[in-house]
């Protein structure tokens, strides 16, 4: 059964500071892995989905990597600010979810 | 503007009554999911269903039930059964099911008390 873990399970940073958001993922047979965004009591919003054969998608100040041997993603905020404070939840394709990294952007 | 619809965002219900939760999108998509999110915990599959009368149990479906009689609409129904539904519930779709290249497109959510 495929364990998706996200670490750290929260973070705190100040504002235009750089950070990695990590995903780690038990099965590498996957077809796709998708970044979301949840602002609290809403729904999730989709940040990028990177598919098996890509190693990397970027969105303006987004970049995502997959790398499937080593069972990992990474979500790189750059130059954060407040309005990226949110929870930020990784996705396989198998519709497992981690549980999540909540992020505080500090002005 | 296409996407999917939750009603209502906030219910609440006496333990020992069925409720179901409704879920509608005019995206055109094949797929359609329910999610179940506790605090503090990622989302957890109840059910999904690929095309319309066809259906698959997730990983948490015992206490829950759904329909897809149409492709725009896939209500959930939580029973007196579920023994602990008091929950965040999540709709989603996708253009194509499961392991195709279909991003998630998620509703806003039906915030559920049982008490």
């Known amino acids: 059964k495929q364990e998706v873990t996200q670490i750290p399970a929260a973070l705190s940073v100040p504002e235009g500071e750089n950070l990695v958001l990590n995903c780690s993922f038990t099965?590498?047979?996957?077809?796709?892995l998708q970044w979301f965004r949840q602002d609290p009591g809403k729904g999730l919003t989709s940040l990028l989905l990177?598919?098996?054969?890509?190693r990397e998608q970027t969105s303006g100040r987004l970049n995502a990597s997959l790398d499937k041997s080593s069972g990992r993603s990474t979500l790189y905020i750059a130059a954060s600010q407040p309005g990226d404070s949110a929870t930020y939840l990784c996705?396989?394709?198998?519709?497992?979810f981690g549980a999540g990294t909540r992020l505080t952007v500090k002005p | 503007d296409g996407g999917i619809t939750q009603s209502p965002k906030y219910l609440f219900r006496k333990e020992g009554q069925n409720v179901t939760l409704s879920c509608e999108q005019n995206?055109?998509?094949?797929?359609m999911y329910w999610y179940r999110q506790d605090p503090g915990q990622g989302l957890r599959l109840i059910y999904y269903?690929?095309?319309?009368?066809?259906?698959q149990k997730g990983d948490i479906a015992e206490g829950y039930s759904v329909s897809r009689e149409k492709k725009e609409s896939f209500p959930l129904t939580v029973t007196s059964a579920q023994k602990n539904p008091t929950a965040f519930y999540l709709c989603?779709?996708?253009?194509?099911?499961?392991?195709?290249?279909?991003?998630?497109?998620f509703g806003n959510g039906t915030r559920l008390t049982v008490t």
């Open positions: 989603a779709s996708s253009l194509q099911g499961l392991a195709y290249l279909s991003p998630l497109h």
């Open positions: 099965d590498s047979a996957i077809y796709n």
């Open positions: 995206l055109n998509h094949d797929a």
């Open positions: 269903s690929q095309i319309v009368n066809d259906f």
């Open positions: 990177i598919q098996s054969s890509q």
């Open positions: 996705a396989l394709n198998d519709m497992r």
